[in-house]
């Protein structure tokens, strides 16, 4: 079993590691038509050009003589106090219970921390207990909720976190801003993908208690808007959100 970076050539292999442990986990929750149109918009050849090209991604496969079995997709996000956001962890269906998801969690918490990250990030929907207990039995804490959308319909996501070094580590410092005579806190620690450049949360206070909304990573701008549908735009320079790649574990 090999693991390492992932290349264009293992395109297919990603795709149907995707699907299949998709369809394997959710098919009783989730219609296959999302399943599908999802892995075809995250996993299309130019996405997957795009992201394997990206110096702040980290994309690993476990390769088994040549076929791929499983894959991870993480992100390092922030200015000084880097993040490591583990997007996705998924392991072939027909190849767990060998601690295949193990392993690779542990290369891809080190592939991180090799590049800077302090503190690592995951995020799995709460029909995913297998994830959720995955992320905990590995010294992940939960640290908060919220629901997304998913086709036409919203569900709860949660949302884990473990810090490297010492036990007295807090979240990444705020960056304050002025926006309209005001003072507002960017997260570079918490995004989500854009088109252009991660959009960055920012709040109303130092607790991170009350959102004001996202700072745009491309153009550094506040103006930022977000439709009925969930979509999100900025109106300065056109940086949409990506689709969120709605689970990072399922094993």
């Not at 079993?1 to 264009?8: G, S, W």
């Not at 995250?42 to 791929?68: P, R």
Request: aromatic residues 10%.
């Amino acid at each position: 079993m090999d693991i390492r970076e992932a290349t264009t050539a293992d395109t297919d292999g990603i795709r149907e590691v995707a699907h299949d442990s998709l369809v394997a986990s959710y098919g009783h929750a989730l219609d296959e038509t999302l399943i599908e149109s999802s892995v075809e918009e995250w996993y299309g050849d130019d996405e997957l050009t795009a992201e394997l090209d990206d110096d702040n991604t980290l994309f690993l496969v476990c390769d088994d003589s040549g076929d791929i079995v499983a894959f991870s997709q993480s992100y390092l996000r922030g200015k000084g106090d880097v993040t490591g956001q583990i997007s996705w962890l998924h392991v072939h269906p027909e190849h767990r219970d060998r601690g295949i998801g193990a392993r690779l969690l542990t290369r891809t918490e080190e592939g991180l921390v090799d590049h800077g990250a302090a503190r690592l990030t995951g995020k799995v929907l709460e029909l995913n207990e297998l994830g959720a207990d995955f992320y905990e039995h590995h010294g992940y804490e939960e640290v908060d909720s919220r629901r997304i959308d998913l086709g036409s319909e919203q569900y709860d996501e949660r949302v884990f976190e473990k810090f490297l070094g010492t036990e007295d580590e807090v979240a990444a410092p705020l960056d304050p801003r002025t926006v309209d005579s005001r003072t507002v806190y960017v997260a570079f620690d918490e995004s989500d993908r854009g088109s252009q450049a991660p959009f960055y949360v920012s709040y109303v206070d130092e607790e991170r208690a009350n959102r004001y909304g996202y700072f745009c990573g491309n153009c550094e701008s506040f103006e930022v808007s977000m439709d009925s549908m969930g979509r999100v735009i900025c109106n300065n320079c056109g940086n949409k959100r990506r689709p969120s790649r709605w689970d990072s574990a399922y094993l």
